[in-house]
């Protein structure tokens, strides 16, 4: 089997020949102490990832070293990392919203990145593209303490919200499965190390519809879904898979994921991605440990196909490189199927 072939079999939820292996995330400065000067479908094919994950391509415009405003209009710090952190927030009341003009979808610029990684990887490897669905841009616009009372107290504005960043999303999906793309990652976190960070209810009324709509139309369109939330999600987690995803990501052990359960109570409907611990294992543990912590990672959740090892989240800038190097190497020495480990 080539990558493509081996990702799309795990996640139709039957045996390749090894458990397939890509990354959420990789931070360009733990590439670069691997592979000085290489870009992430350089570090890819080198270290034969079996997927290549990249997000749509953004004009934003920098106002110091360490401060942007986004497409969106959000204002976001952090450039240091490779995940920016909102600051400032451009919806302020309904009346905001009524004026504003959302990024362009079909932006000639948008699909410049995955037209390269098509034209390099097409029919070899997974082509991923991480895009949102009800949560991620609508916290953004808001502040997620506004997004959040908005279920309360104008219920009505957070619904357009949603659609609004519905209707954005589904675009650009389309586009980038027209284009060649295979999987398309939805990001947007539901929950905390503690637990969901809406009730049940709100998560039927506010989450569940829209994330319903955005799956049906990726599928309908002949791409694969996996839904990336950290968090425990334990209370949500039967709603989520309903929804018709073909993947759940990364099974956070952080906040008491316990993968093997998660495996047997729903590996029968749904690809099982994740979670060799980048909290600590990935960060801080010895070979001993990494090596020890992917073979679990096979054992608990591998056999019977529907499995795909990766972090606990993503190679952060202070994942150990060695360790990563070290994940890869344990995953294709003892993922290979027949699992024995």
């Known amino acids: 089997m080539n990558s493509e072939e081996r990702v799309f079999t795990a996640l139709n939820l039957k045996e390749p020949d090894r458990v397939p292996i890509f990354e959420w995330e990789i931070d360009p400065k733990i590439i670069n102490k691997i592979c000085k000067g290489c870009s992430l479908a350089d570090f890819v094919e080198k270290f034969d990832l079996d997927g290549v994950y990249i997000d749509l391509d953004y004009h934003n415009k920098r106002l110091n070293e360490d401060t942007i405003v986004d497409e969106w209009g959000v204002t976001r710090k952090g ?11 451009p919806i302020k009341s309904e009346k905001d919203f009524d004026n504003f003009t959302p990024p362009d979808p079909f932006a000639d610029y948008r699909f410049n990145t995955l037209i390269k990684i098509v034209k390099r990887f097409k029919g070899e490897k997974a082509i991923i593209v991480h895009l949102n669905d009800v949560f991620s841009i609508p916290r953004d616009l808001r502040g997620m303490a506004n997004f959040l009372m908005d279920y309360y107290l104008n219920p009505n504005l957070a619904k357009r919200l949603i659609d609004f960043s519905l209707d954005y ?6 586009v980038a499965i027209n284009l060649g ?9 539901y929950a905390s190390n503690t637990g969901p960070l809406v009730s049940p209810a709100h998560f039927k009324e506010f989450i569940l519809p829209g994330l319903t709509r955005i799956v049906k139309k990726i599928k309908d ?4 879904v996996i839904k990336h939330t950290d968090g425990d999600i334990t209370s949500i987690i039967d709603i989520i898979i309903e929804t018709g995803v073909d993947g759940i ?3 956070d052990p952080q906040a008491g994921m316990d993968i093997e359960e998660i495996k047997k109570r729903y590996g029968h409907k749904v690809c099982i991605k994740g979670n060799v611990n980048c909290g600590y294992t990935l ?3 010895s070979d001993e440990e990494v090596v020890r912590e992917v073979k679990k990672c096979i054992s608990k959740a591998a056999r019977g196909g529907g499995y795909i090892l990766s972090s606990s989240n993503s190679i952060h800038s202070k994942v150990n490189p060695r360790n990563f ?7 294709k020495e003892f993922g290979k199927y027949p699992i024995t480990t």
């Open 79 to 89: 450039l240091d990392e490779m995940n920016t952190y909102p600051v400032g927030h």
């Open 169 to 174: 999303n589904i675009k650009a999906a389309e």
């Open 181 to 189: 793309t295979d999987i398309i990652m939805l990001g947007d976190d």
């Open 221 to 224: 369109k002949g791409g694969y």
């Open 249 to 251: 990501d990364p099974v």
């Open 283 to 285: 960060s801080n543990g």
């Open 325 to 331: 190097l070290t994940m890869i190497r344990a995953a």
